[in-house]
C-alpha cells in the first residue's frame, strides 16, 4: 500500500498554473482541501496572463503550418514560471514534478495520485489548442485524466488535485476511508465494496441482511466478496 503522505514534512506546494484561475474558485473552498491548507499545504492557482512579458496581455498566438486554434505560447509559460518560483523556468522542475495536462499524457490512477502526494507538484493547465510542444522542456510529466478531449486542463487539474489531497494525510477526517477506497492497494485495485443506509427498505428494495446482521465478521467476508464487482 502507498503511504499517506505524511503533514510532518514542511509545507507542501501545490501550484497550478491557468488562464482561468477562478475556475477553481469553488474547489479551493472545499473543506477537505481548506483542511490540507491548514496542515500545511499550500495550494496557489496563478494566471499566465499576469506574467506575459507581450503587449496588450497577449498569452496565445496562430499555429506555425496553419491549422485551426491558438496555441498557448512557452514565452508566457515560462515567464510565468521564472516569476512564481524565482528561479529559471528551465530549474523548476529540479524540486518537484512539473505536469503538464493533457490528453496525450498517461493516464492518472491511483498509483500516480498517491506518488505525486509525496511532495510538490506544479500543474500546467493548457487550452485552445494546448500549450507549445517545447514545454517538453520545463516539465517532468504528461498526464490525461481520460481518453476524451476537454475545453481546457483545469477541470483535469482540478480532478488530480483532488485525488493528490485526498491522500494527505489528515485532509479527510476518516483515514480509514481512504485506506478502503476505490483502486486503493488495500482492495487491491478493485472498486470500494457498495454502501447502504437508513432506510434499510424503500419501495421494496432491501438492505442485504448481512449488513442488518450486526455480524462483524460475516460483514467483512461478504465486503470481501463484493469488491470489484459491481457493474
Ligand atoms: N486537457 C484537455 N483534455 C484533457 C484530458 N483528457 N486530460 C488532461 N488534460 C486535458
Request: charged share 25%; net charge negative.
Amino acid at each position: 500500500m502507498l503511504p499517506l503522505a505524511s503533514s510532518d514534512m514542511g509545507e507542501r506546494r501545490l501550484d497550478v498554473f491557468s488562464l482561468f484561475p477562478a475556475a477553481f474558485d469553488w474547489y479551493l473552498e472545499q473543506v477537505h482541501v481548506r483542511r490540507a491548507a491548514d496542515l500545511g499545504t499550500r495550494i496557489a492557482v496563478w494566471n499566465y496572463r499576469d506574467y506575459t512579458p507581450l503587449k496588450h496581455l497577449q498569452v496565445d498566438d496562430t499555429p506555425f503550418g496553419g491549422g485551426a486554434g491558438m496555441v498557448l505560447r512557452i514565452d508566457v509559460v515560462a515567464a510565468a514560471l521564472d516569476a512564481v518560483y524565482g528561479v529559471d523556468c528551465e530549474l523548476v522542475k529540479q524540486e518537484r514534478r512539473v505536469i503538464e495536462l493533457t490528453p496525450k499524457g498517461r493516464q492518472l490512477d491511483d498509483a500516480l495520485a498517491g506518488e505525486l502526494a509525496q511532495g510538490d507538484i506544479c500543474l500546467l493547465c493548457g487550452r485552445y489548442e494546448g500549450i507549445d510542444e517545447r514545454v517538453t522542456n520545463l516539465i517532468t510529466d504528461r498526464v490525461s485524466i481520460g481518453p476524451y478531449v476537454l475545453s481546457g486542463g483545469e477541470i483535469a487539474a482540478m480532478a488530480m488535485l483532488d485525488a493528490v489531497v485526498r491522500k494527505i494525510e489528515g485532509a479527510i477526517s476518516n483515514p480509514a476511508s481512504i485506506v478502503q477506497e476505490s483502486f486503493a492497494a488495500d482492495l487491491e485495485g478493485g472498486t470500494e465494496y457498495p454502501q447502504y443506509s437508513r432506510p434499510a427498505e424503500f419501495r421494496g428494495w432491501r438492505v442485504p441482511d448481512v449488513l442488518l446482521s450486526g455480524h462483524h465478521a460475516e460483514i467483512e467476508r461478504w465486503r470481501a466478496a463484493q469488491i470489484g464487482r459491481q457493474k
